[in-house]
Every structure is written in C-alpha cells, then in structure tokens.
C-alpha cells in the first residue's frame, strides 16, 4: 500500500515535471523567435512606413478573390501561425473575422510544402505523409494537393465567413437604431 502511494506521489510530481519541461522548451524555441518576429515586423512596417502598408494590405484585399487566397498565404508564409492573424489589422473592420477564419483555416495546409509557417503543427501533416509512404505514393504530390485544397477551402471559408459577418453586423445596426435614445 505504501508503494502505490508513493508511486501515486511521483507519478503527480512527474506531471509537473513534464510540464515544466515543456514551458522551458516553450520559453528556450517558440517564445523568443515570436518576440524577435513581431518585434521584426513591426519595425520593418515603421521603416517602410504605416500607411504604405496599409495601401498594399489594402490594394491587396480589394478583390474578394485575393482578400481569401493571397492575402491569407502571403500572411501565413511570411509571418508564420501565430503571428499572420496580425496582417488582419491593415484590413476594414468588416473582413477581418473572414480573413481570420482563412488564416486559421490555411495554417495546416501549407506546412507540407512551407514547415516552417506551422512548425508546431507539422505532426498532422507528418502523420498522413506517413500513411502514403506506406502506400508507396509520392509526397510531393501530397504536399501540392494539401496546400491546393487549402486555397480552395480557406477562399470559399472567407466568403461564407464575410457574409455571416455582414448580415450580423447589419442585424446589430437595426437593433441599434430600433432602440430608444436615453
């Protein structure tokens, strides 16, 4: 009886361990590389300028089309999850939830081709590339097809997602105006 209690014991501390371990490694690898890149872009973004960013972001997102597929890949590619819901703030209010939702939805499609932009989430695609070299398919048909299909999602995503935004914001502003001034 003493035994198990005292496995007990270990085995609760040992939890602790392992999650102090994992907060080090959090704290030694993901952490500062994100500090160093947010505090990269935006530095670049002052060295260029805000409202040149602000004009290409805009430029960019004019179109439906790219607002769901180039914008949201160029976000990813370059700024990496998490920092690429960051591109959102150069975009009017009423697409950003939409471009959220692309880039979130894009985060694990691309890792087959780009690694990094979801380093932390390589396991996912790792997992299925596994399964189809035990079927003896090649990869990198894979990785175009994954990244393909995430276009393709993350666009139809983006308009469905706008849409909703767009009907819920005009709901809110009826029932603004139906209510009575104080």
Known sequence: ????????????????????????????GILPTLIVLITAV???IKIIGEEKVHRVAKA??????????????????FLTNPMCYSFGKFLEERYKPAFYDAAVSFVHPITGLFPHANAGELFVYMGIAQGIEQLGLPLGQLAVRYFLVGVIVIFIRGI???????IMMKQKTLKESNQPSA
């Open 60 to 77: 960019a997102s004019k179109n439906f089309i790219t607002r769901y597929t180039v914008f949201p890949v160029l976000a990813v590619f």
């Open 160 to 166: 469905v997602t706008e849409r909703i935004t767009a």
């Open 42 to 44: 935006n530095a670049l």
């Open 1 to 28: 009886m003493l035994e198990s209690l005292a496995g007990l014991a270990e085995g609760f501390i040992g939890l602790f361990n392992k999650g102090g371990e994992v907060f080090i490694g959090l704290m030694t």
